[in-house]
């Protein structure tokens, strides 16, 4: 091992092991929930992606957007249909009262 020689769990034993690390080895599996957190952020980054390219505003090349709707038919999930333009709040004209 690259730590000199120190007993224990290497780094990333203890970083995959967050805070069940207690010092031994574990021969188990540990579920980590963010891990599953971060695959909803990245549908729900997917899903703005493909509604974003079906209503002609996408700032994000054609590749990008083939490939979030690909990901999003993979995983069963379906892209959100376009907001309206009726449906859209100018936030700043009600508050400057416009």
Same mark, same amino acid.
């Given at each position: 091992?690259?730590?000199?020689?120190?007993?224990?769990? *290497?780094? $990333?034993?203890?970083?995959?092991?967050?805070?069940?690390?207690?010092?031994?080895?574990?021969?188990?599996?540990? %579920?980590?929930?963010?891990? *599953?957190?971060? #695959?909803?952020?990245? %549908?729900?980054? %997917? $899903? #703005?992606?493909?509604?974003?390219?079906?209503?002609?505003?996408?700032?994000?090349?054609?590749?990008?957007?083939?490939?979030?709707?690909?990901?999003? *038919? *993979? %995983?069963?999930?379906?892209?959100?249909?376009?907001?309206?333009?009726?449906?859209?709040?100018?936030?700043?004209?009600?508050?400057?009262?416009?």
């Amino acid at each position: 091992r690259a730590d000199g020689g120190v007993g224990g769990l *290497s780094l $990333a034993e203890r970083v995959v092991l967050g805070s069940q690390a207690n010092g031994a080895a574990s021969s188990k599996a540990v %579920n980590v929930p963010v891990i *599953s957190q971060q #695959h909803e952020l990245f %549908n729900k980054r %997917n $899903a #703005h992606v493909a509604a974003a390219a079906k209503a002609g505003k996408s700032r994000w090349g054609p590749m990008e957007v083939a490939k979030a709707l690909s990901t999003l *038919s *993979s %995983n069963g999930s379906a892209a959100p249909a376009a907001v309206a333009a009726s449906a859209k709040v100018n936030i700043g004209a009600q508050l400057l009262g416009a």
